[in-house]
């Protein structure tokens, strides 16, 4: 009996066996194009380099790129410099993400805040934060705590901004609806609003991925004594371009890896 239910959940019509089929296809096929374009450009590119067409210490290679990074984990660098970005990079995330949902739930709940405070959250979005790097090293110093900043900075208003507009999309009959079934504010948020705006804070979380990592680099860039973002400032100081690209390269790798994570949520919350 329970072989028969098993047969009966798994089995499908030719035609929608067919679907799935091409479904699986089409999903490799795009997977083996994105990696073949990856191959074939890196292969240009030390091409390039190995012919010398253009001088590989303006461009460095592939080749050069990982034995830099081969050098680094010799001497046990690499693993420091990573760490260091790493954290500072997931605690602004979370930081800027919890206080922005905060903020944006804040002012959906109060409209008159929201009517007020909009117009400056708005002006502090289209702000330059790297104008303000000569500040928060006053305010916080060099260390961490001045990069942890940065990274918060960037990210909290596109918080903010991503979420109040996931909020307020929520169906206005909707809420009429549950407001005249005597559902109190709380009761809306909690049971309308909020299971509403899911795909908005994935879509947030996806955005705030890039931020952080913007922010963390930035904060690096102003003052840091290790970190990637120290690296490719360093490298371009003495010239090493190689250190340039092979950080650069990381960068890429756990940006990535971080926003491969967030994809990963979606499917499980979404159930995509």
């Not at 909009?118 to 928060?136: F, M, Q, R, T, W």
């Amino acid at each position: 009996m329970k072989h028969f239910a098993k047969r009966q959940r798994t089995a499908c019509s030719p035609e929608h066996c067919l679907y799935l089929k091409k479904r699986r296809r089409e999903t490799v096929l795009v997977q083996a194009l994105r990696l073949g374009i990856l191959l074939l450009l890196l292969g240009v590119w030390e091409l390039v380099a190995q012919l010398r067409l253009v001088d590989p210490f303006i461009i460095s290679s592939p080749s050069r790129i990982f034995a830099t990074i081969g050098d680094l984990a010799a001497d046990g660098s690499l693993f420091v410099h990573i760490g260091t970005t790493l954290w500072e990079t997931l605690a602004g995330f979370a930081i800027a993400v919890a206080l922005g949902t905060l903020v944006a739930l804040a002012l959906w709940w109060s409209e008159r805040a929201r009517r007020v405070l909009e117009p400056y959250i708005v002006v502090l979005n289209s702000l330059p934060k790297i104008a303000l790097g000569p500040v928060i090293i006053v305010w916080f110093g060099t260390g961490s705590t001045a990069i942890l900043f940065m990274t918060v900075l960037v990210g909290i208003i596109v918080a903010i901004m991503n979420m109040l507009g996931g909020f307020t999309a929520t169906d206005p009959g909707k809420i009429l609806l549950l407001r005249s079934m005597g559902a109190s504010k709380l009761q809306i948020l909690t049971k309308l609003v909020l299971p509403s705006s899911l795909p908005a804070f994935i879509g947030m979380l996806k955005i705030c991925v890039g931020m952080a990592w913007i922010g963390s680099i930035m904060g690096e860039y102003i003052s840091s004594n290790a970190g990637l973002g120290y690296l490719i400032v360093y490298g371009g100081q003495v010239f090493r371009l190689d250190l340039v690209m092979a950080a650069t390269a990381i960068l890429c790798v756990l940006a990535a890896g971080m926003y491969a994570l967030v994809a990963l949520a979606e499917k499980l919350l979404l159930k995509k």
